[in-house]
């Protein structure tokens, strides 16, 4: 069975902490994304890798970086949180290339509080 | 700016019905479609897709609908069950690559036994 887990579920931070969330894929996937999900916008794509080392930006990647070190693990930080980057953050795999949506999979999402 | 658009955040519907979640786009050059179910606490996981190519794909009780001049789809579910209450995402890529995929807002369906 496909899975991508999400290593924190529930997180409370202060404001200016650095933050860590952690996601790891065992399909062998070289595609690994990372979203955020806030009420009434949907899922929004922070971040993307397509291989180890490598990443690009999605559509609100300020504030946010990413590590992709080894293919199956796909960290995303918070180099200072901020208030306004309290939301859910899921993880996502896909195969490679011209894969289309409906090989991607999800984690369980990560619920960041910044305080 | 939102290119995929679920207007209703909410909808509720009686078990053995159908329900209908709709989805307008405002991108053109999108030629494929998804919808995503969301348990609680759960990920997002893959339910049924379209290509611009079709205007129907029918799955079991899921049917989901294109109208590309009106840049418009539809998931229909028949006959709903209370199982199927989760929130709805629909999504659309302007080419094959899940790292152009474009979220909806979400629709949270309930079914009502």
């Known amino acids: 069975d496909v899975k991508v887990t999400q290593s924190s579920r529930y997180l409370v931070k202060r404001t200016g902490e650095k933050v860590f969330l952690e996601c790891v894929q065992d399909m062998d996937h070289e595609n690994m994304f990372w979203y955020r999900q806030d009420p009434g916008l949907g899922l929004r794509l922070i971040y993307f890798?397509?291989?180890?080392?490598?990443?690009e930006k999605g559509d609100i990647p300020e504030g946010y970086s990413v590590s992709r070190e080894k293919k199956e693990r796909f960290s995303l930080i918070l180099e200072s949180a901020s208030t306004n980057q309290t939301s859910m953050y899921l993880c996502?795999?896909?195969?490679?290339?011209?894969?289309?949506?409906?090989?991607?999979?999800f984690g369980e999402g990560s619920w960041l509080t910044v305080v | 700016d939102q290119q995929v658009k679920q207007n209703s955040p909410s909808l509720s519907v009686q078990e053995g019905r159908i329900s209908i979640l709709n989805c307008d786009y405002t991108?053109?050059?999108?030629?494929?479609f998804l919808w995503y179910k969301k348990y609680p606490a759960e990920g997002p996981t893959f339910l049924i897709s379209i290509s611009s190519i079709k205007d129907k794909n029918e799955d079991g009780r899921f049917t989901v609908f294109l109208n590309k001049s009106a840049k418009h789809l539809s998931l229909h579910i028949v006959p709903s069950q209370p199982g199927d209450s989760a929130v709805y995402f629909c999504a659309a890529s302007a080419k094959t690559g899940a790292n152009n995929l474009f979220f909806g807002t979400g629709t949270r369906l309930t079914v009502i036994p």
């Open positions: 991108n053109s050059m999108f030629d494929y």
């Open positions: 996502a795999s896909s195969p490679p290339g011209q894969s289309t949506g409906n090989t991607i999979y």
């Open positions: 890798s397509y291989d180890v080392k490598m990443k």
